[in-house]
């Protein structure tokens, strides 16, 4: 039992178990099921006919694999026009910064060998650290000399703009309420189920169209809109680049996920930890926050089934006309809950 518990101990360890096991490996599985689900909801709405063939017991879920393993083979073609370090570094600095966020969240009450998560701007550091991945992608649209990929990268500097804005009010209302920045005092003020998204859904509904527009989700799909722009900022890359690019969005939606958990959806709530024990204490909590956000991306990748895509006009319009407002009133009841509780 001492083995096993040491062993257990060195697994839950925060810097490993925060940003490499949740974060890396936590979002690629995330990755692969939800572009699995979204192809087979997608496929099951709409009437479509798919490459069922392969691994039908499986429902089709090899095809990823397959995917994966051809992207992975593909060769990496650089143009001679781009300017090569942006160009290559920029995919990797996107997929890179999308995990750090992890590394100031807390995904259990009792971090006792990592400080960091408990720190008394834990939920402003996250923030911050996550709204860079998408500057990114403007920077390889630029370094990609392409006009496809700098109309790509403008439009996607026009949803930044708007998503960014929506999503910090949004959780400042969190802040409001329970008047504090430590993501960890958010998250124990809201158990057993007082969780945020019952007091305050405004709030929640406008991070989570926030969430969309920030990871190029449906229908906010516009920056790469094929019929439009071709593949947008990413016309020019292939082969793993392309898997970053891609596979960022869904990695950032992940993590965006895991913070909307934590701020709305009360973390490890109703789960109770005790004092001790690295498999109840710390594993068993952040698996319940990991869940709670998976669930909110195959939520999230749903709407591809069930949505057309918005023209950019139209997006915009809705961020400023509608989705932010929503934060403000949302921001506006937050401090009216940090006064009466």
Do not use: C
């Not at 572009?35 to 039908?56: D, H, L, N």
């Not at 929506?166 to 504090?180: E, M, N």
């Not at 305050?200 to 809109?225: D, G, K, Q, R």
């Not at 400023?320 to 949302?330: D, E, K, N, Q, T």
Request: aromatic content about 14%; overall charge neutral; proline content about 7%.
């Amino acid at each position: 039992m001492m083995v096993l518990e040491t062993i257990l101990y060195l697994i839950a360890y925060p810097p490993l178990w925060h940003v490499l096991i949740v974060g890396l490996l936590g979002a690629f599985f995330t990755a692969v099921v939800a572009i699995w689900f979204e192809r087979k909801t997608a496929a099951r709405v709409q009437r479509r006919i798919g490459p069922y063939w392969a691994s039908p017991r499986l429902g089709g879920f090899l095809n990823l694999i397959a995917d994966m393993i051809r992207y992975i083979l593909q060769e990496v073609i650089i143009p001679r026009s781009v300017d090569r370090v942006p160009f290559v570094l920029a995919p990797v600095a996107a997929f890179v910064i999308s995990i750090m966020p992890m590394a100031f969240v807390p995904l259990s009450p009792y971090e006792k060998f990592w400080p960091v998560p408990n720190m008394d701007y834990s939920l402003l550091l996250a923030l911050a650290i996550s709204t860079v991945p998408p500057l990114m992608s403007i920077i390889g649209g630029w370094a990609s000399n392409n006009k496809f990929s700098i109309i790509g990268s403008i439009r996607e500097s026009y949803v930044i703009t708007a998503y960014e804005l929506i999503f910090v009010i949004s959780l400042l209302s969190a802040a409001a309420t329970y008047t504090s920045l430590n993501l960890l005092t958010i998250v124990n003020a809201q158990s057993p189920i007082a969780w945020l998204l019952f007091l305050n859904p405004i709030a929640f509904l406008a991070a989570f169209l926030a969430v969309l527009m920030s990871t190029s989700a449906f229908p906010f799909e516009i920056p790469e809109s094929e019929h439009e722009v071709v593949g947008g900022p990413y016309t020019e890359y292939s082969g793993i680049l392309y898997a970053l690019n891609m596979g960022g969005a869904y990695v950032r939606r992940f993590i965006y996920a895991v913070i909307m958990s934590l701020v709305f959806l009360g973390g490890w709530a109703p789960y109770v930890p005790p004092a001790d024990g690295p498999l109840f204490a710390i594993i068993i909590p952040s698996l319940i926050v990991a869940i709670k956000a998976v669930i909110l991306v195959l939520i999230m990748s749903f709407l591809r089934a069930v949505y057309g895509r918005y023209r950019l006009d139209q997006a915009l319009d809705s961020a400023w006309r509608l989705v932010l407002p929503m934060a403000l009133i949302g921001l506006g009841w937050g401090i009216v809950l940090g006064l009466i509780l």
